[in-house]
Structures are given as structure tokens and as C-alpha cells.
């Protein structure tokens, strides 16, 4: 694994990889029906994260970000967010150390395996932690990887910002904008300021570059 350049965005590494930083509800969100199979997001808590805190962490790191998801990103298409809490060697893994990352993938690989889940970038799945998932940072994912990590205690746009990463989007098209009440960084900037606000949305061109990105999706085979 080619990690280079640590960056902290109070939560992100960067690497040639684009490894960066990074939910509750078993909803789905149904569009008009597609040829398309459904984008899912597999959410999984790890065992660490109290269930007392289920639903804090579902309105801070989730609700909205789906909302914006369907209603303005990827509106029209048919999207299904999956939470999953205690699934034996999933939810319990080790993390926090510099193999993490390798570590979550396979185990997530085994659990899709096991589901009959194709690992073709219809599914992504995002493990969130109770503490630092990956040294130095507060969440990782692979550029247009099907895989992600993020801890509970990230900025609320952790998991907006690495389930980005894993649909296309990239630091470079994130923004600092003005708002009426005050300026607001949007979901993919590197680094979180103290100062600014979360915009809790995509760039004009990262939302371009996430559809792009599901538009270029291959249909599975049947
Ligand atoms: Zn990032």
C-alpha cells in the first residue's frame, strides 16, 4: 500500500490512493425503478460505539448527508443506506493501527461474500469507530474503492467525506463558500477548520464528479 503524505483534516489521510477520512438507519430510499441495481451503503458500528449512541450518530453523521443524496446529488436514482451492528467478525475487528484499512476490507469482502453482495462498486461499505480508525487520522477510504473507515468523534461530515472519496470525489474540487449567516467548507475539504461552519454538501463539481462516477458504474452481469 502506497500511503504517502498523511494530511488531517481532523480526520483525513490522503495518499496515492486517496485514502481519507470518513452511520444508523436501515432505510431505503427508493427512486422510480432502473435497470440500475440500488447504490447501497452498508454501514457498520463497531462494537465499541454504545448503542445508547445510535441515533446521536445517525443524525449528526447521517440523516443529512442522505437527504442531500438523494434529493440533490444523485436524485433519481434508486439509493439504500443498510446499518449493521453486531455481526460477529465484522463489528469487532481490531483497528487503529497502520493495517486497518487492509484488515476492514477483508473482513467486509468475507461478510459480502457470505451475503452474495458483488464487490463491483454497487456496494460500499464504511466501518465506524469509536476511536481513531487508521493512525494520524480520523477516517480512510480508497479513491473509487469500495471501502471506507470513520470515527464517530470525526466532524460530522466524516462519513459524507469518505463514502466522497469512494464515489470520485476529490480534495481539490472541495470549496470554502459564503453563506448568509457565515462561510462554510463543503464535505471534501482536506482539513477541517475551527472556523468555518460545514456547508453539509458537495461542491458543483464534486456532485458532477459523482455522477459521472455512478452514471460509469458497469451493469452486473446476471
Ligand atoms: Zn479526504
Request: proline content about 6%.
Given at each position: 500500500?502506497?500511503?504517502?503524505?498523511?494530511?488531517?483534516?481532523?480526520?483525513?489521510?490522503?495518499?496515492?490512493?486517496?485514502?481519507?477520512?470518513?452511520?444508523?438507519?436501515?432505510?431505503?430510499?427508493?427512486?422510480?425503478?432502473?435497470?440500475?441495481?440500488?447504490?447501497?451503503?452498508?454501514?457498520?458500528?463497531?462494537?465499541?460505539?454504545?448503542?445508547?449512541?445510535?441515533?446521536?450518530?445517525?443524525?449528526?453523521?447521517?440523516?443529512?448527508?442522505?437527504?442531500?443524496?438523494?434529493?440533490?446529488?444523485?436524485?433519481?436514482?434508486?439509493?439504500?443506506?443498510?446499518?449493521?451492528?453486531?455481526?460477529?467478525?465484522?463489528?469487532?475487528?481490531?483497528?487503529g493501527d497502520d493495517r486497518a484499512?487492509?484488515?476492514?476490507?477483508?473482513?467486509?469482502?468475507?461478510?459480502?461474500?457470505?451475503?452474495?453482495?458483488?464487490?463491483?462498486?454497487?456496494?460500499?461499505?464504511?466501518?465506524?469507530?469509536?476511536?481513531?480508525?487508521?493512525?494520524?487520522?480520523?477516517?480512510?477510504?480508497?479513491?473509487?474503492?469500495?471501502?471506507?473507515?470513520?470515527?464517530?468523534?470525526?466532524?460530522?461530515?466524516?462519513?459524507?467525506?469518505?463514502?466522497?472519496?469512494?464515489?470520485?470525489?476529490?480534495?481539490?474540487?472541495?470549496?470554502?463558500?459564503?453563506?448568509?449567516?457565515?462561510?462554510?467548507?463543503?464535505?471534501?475539504?482536506?482539513?477541517?477548520?475551527?472556523?468555518?461552519?460545514?456547508?453539509?454538501?458537495?461542491?458543483?463539481?464534486?456532485?458532477?464528479?459523482?455522477?459521472?462516477?455512478?452514471?460509469?458504474?458497469?451493469?452486473?452481469?446476471?
Open positions: 500500500m502506497t500511503m504517502s503524505i498523511p494530511r488531517i483534516r481532523n480526520k483525513c489521510i490522503a495518499a496515492a490512493f486517496a485514502l481519507c477520512l470518513g452511520g444508523f438507519l436501515n432505510t431505503a430510499f427508493a427512486a422510480e425503478p432502473e435497470k440500475e441495481p440500488p447504490l447501497t451503503f452498508h454501514i457498520f458500528a463497531h462494537d465499541d460505539i454504545p448503542d445508547s449512541e445510535a441515533q446521536r450518530v445517525h443524525t449528526r453523521l447521517l440523516s443529512w448527508w442522505l437527504a442531500d443524496m438523494t434529493d440533490t446529488v444523485l436524485r433519481g436514482w434508486n439509493i439504500q443506506a443498510r446499518i449493521h451492528r453486531h455481526v460477529p467478525g465484522v463489528t469487532d475487528i481490531r483497528y484499512y487492509d484488515r476492514w476490507k477483508g473482513s467486509a469482502t468475507r461478510f459480502a461474500e457470505r451475503e452474495k453482495l458483488r464487490i463491483n462498486g454497487w456496494n460500499k461499505f464504511m466501518l465506524l469507530t469509536g476511536a481513531s480508525p487508521y493512525p494520524g487520522t480520523s477516517g480512510i477510504a480508497q479513491h473509487e474503492g469500495d471501502f471506507a473507515l470513520a470515527s464517530v468523534n470525526a466532524n460530522a461530515a466524516v462519513v459524507a467525506h469518505e463514502f466522497g472519496h469512494t464515489l470520485s470525489a476529490v480534495h481539490d474540487d472541495s470549496k470554502v463558500r459564503g453563506s448568509d449567516a457565515w462561510w462554510c467548507e463543503t464535505n471534501m475539504v482536506p482539513s477541517a477548520s475551527q472556523i468555518y461552519r460545514d456547508c453539509r454538501a458537495y461542491s458543483p463539481e464534486n456532485q458532477e464528479r459523482i455522477r459521472t462516477y455512478v452514471t460509469g458504474l458497469a451493469l452486473p452481469s446476471p
